[in-house]
T-cell receptor, first 113, second 114 residues
Framework: GESVGLHLPTLSVQEGDNSIINCAYSNSASDYFIWYKQESGKGPQFIIDIRSNMDKRQGQRVTVLLNKTVKHLSLQIAATQPGDSAVYFCAEPGGTSYGKLTFGQGTILTVHP | EPEVTQTPSHQVTQMGQEVILRCVPISNHLYFYWYRQILGQKVEFLVS????????KSEIFDDQFSVERPDGSNFTLKIRSTKLEDSAMYFC????????????FGPGTRLTVT
């Protein structure tokens, strides 16, 4: 069956470092991926998305890379700040109405000042 | 910036009781969702709702669950007879007309069933 999962459950970095959060998926037909950030006590927040016809997409301090060959995507955060500390999920839309998001397990990012 | 709101932030109930979790989606959104997150686990889809009817539901969303949009602003999730395993964080989300992938989540309601 389809699944979206993460390699590493936790990641600790120093402020100013770059962070890389990884995600693996199993369905080779997947054509769209989304990264969400969940801060403590809050709901998931959309960060960035990427379609399968792209290898890379950049946002503000964030870059998502997609490697369809190995069914892997990553979220890179440049110059990580303490405010980036959160749980990061990759997610994939699906279902009959395409509104059903399937989330991965999540990676806890902790940024130390 | 408009946001999804949810009430209450924390609900404690006894097993077998009915609970209603309330959400106010972003006003011009047309698609509405409920998700849940058991402590330490990933966010799981429960149900999607559009045009006053359920679009899709997961296996979790059994006969004990129901959703309703009683007026033009609220969106509710009812659990008729709560079980211990219903204890979780419940998130409401909404999305604009066509960009249904970009879902905006509320802060969640923590449901504790004792």
């Amino acid at each position: 069956g389809e699944s979206v999962g993460l390699h590493l459950p936790t990641l600790s970095v120093q402020e100013g470092d770059n962070s890389i959060i990884n995600c693996a998926y199993s369905n080779s037909a997947s054509d769209y991926f989304i990264w969400y950030k969940q801060e403590s006590g809050k709901g998931p927040q959309f960060i960035i998305d990427i379609r399968s016809n792209m290898d890379k997409r950049q946002g503000q301090r964030v870059t998502v890379l997609l490697n369809k060959t190995v069914k892997h995507l990553s979220l890179q955060i440049a110059a990580t700040q303490p405010g980036d500390s959160a749980v990061y999920f990759c997610a994939e839309p699906g279902g009959t109405s395409y509104g059903k998001l399937t989330f991965g397990q999540g990676t806890i990012l902790t940024v130390h000042p | 910036e408009p946001e999804v709101t949810q009430t209450p932030s924390h609900q404690v109930t006894q097993m077998g009781q009915e609970v209603i979790l309330r959400c106010v989606p972003i006003s011009n959104h047309l698609y509405f969702y409920w998700y849940r997150q058991i402590l330490g686990q990933k966010v799981e889809f429960l149900v999607s709702f559009y045009n006053n009817e359920i679009s899709e539901k997961s296996e979790i969303f059994d006969d004990q669950f129901s959703v309703e949009r009683p007026d033009g602003s609220n969106f509710t999730l009812k659990i008729r007879s709560t079980k211990l395993e219903d204890s979780a964080m419940y998130f409401c989300a909404s999305s604009p007309d066509r960009v249904i992938y970009e879902q905006y989540f509320g802060p969640g309601t923590r449901l504790t069933v004792t």
